[in-house]
């Protein structure tokens, strides 16, 4: 499971699966300093409008140069610590628009997908775990924002 960062902030997910660039100050017309790439953690001390300013950061894929320091904009990212979960089902699992089976199906997540939630809900016989990435075990597509049964997942670490 990840820890959150020593210092006190607002945990953030990069849910994008092209990542977030980090730049020099809040907004496009900074300069571009690097990238937190897709299941990053950024921990959040500022705020200004909807860019956050990074004061430390678990990097994920795709995570390059300056990534601590800097801004990035808070709209492609899920606020919350993410847990670590693979998909444990013999078939394949529901992502669901929302925490509920009569929910509409998003896709459909094969076994050992492996997944980034960040919240947890119970509702009626099912827990359910707001998935900001998932991640296919051959590493050839990405889904993000949904909802999953954790009684067909397992957790990681």
Do not use: H
């Amino acid at each position: 499971m990840l820890k959150p960062a020593a210092n006190k902030g607002e945990p953030f997910v990069v849910a994008s699966t092209s990542g977030v660039s980090t730049r020099k100050g809040p907004g496009t017309g900074y300069a571009k300093l690097g990238a937190l790439g897709i299941g990053s953690v950024a921990t959040v001390t500022k705020r200004q409008g909807q860019w956050g300013y990074v004061s430390a950061a678990q990097p994920g894929d795709g995570t390059w140069g300056t990534t601590i320091g800097v801004w990035i904009n808070l709209e492609p990212c899920v606020p919350g610590l993410p847990t670590r979960w693979v998909v444990t089902t013999p078939s394949t699992l529901n992502l669901r628009e929302k925490a509920d089976a009569a929910s509409r199906s998003l896709a459909k997540l094969p076994k050992d997908t492996k997944l980034t939630v960040t919240a947890i809900e119970k509702k009626s016989d099912y827990t359910w775990g707001f998935v900001a990435y998932a991640k296919d075990p051959s590493d050839v597509w990405y889904m993000r924002e949904g909802w999953v049964a954790l009684e067909y997942c397992k957790q990681l670490g």
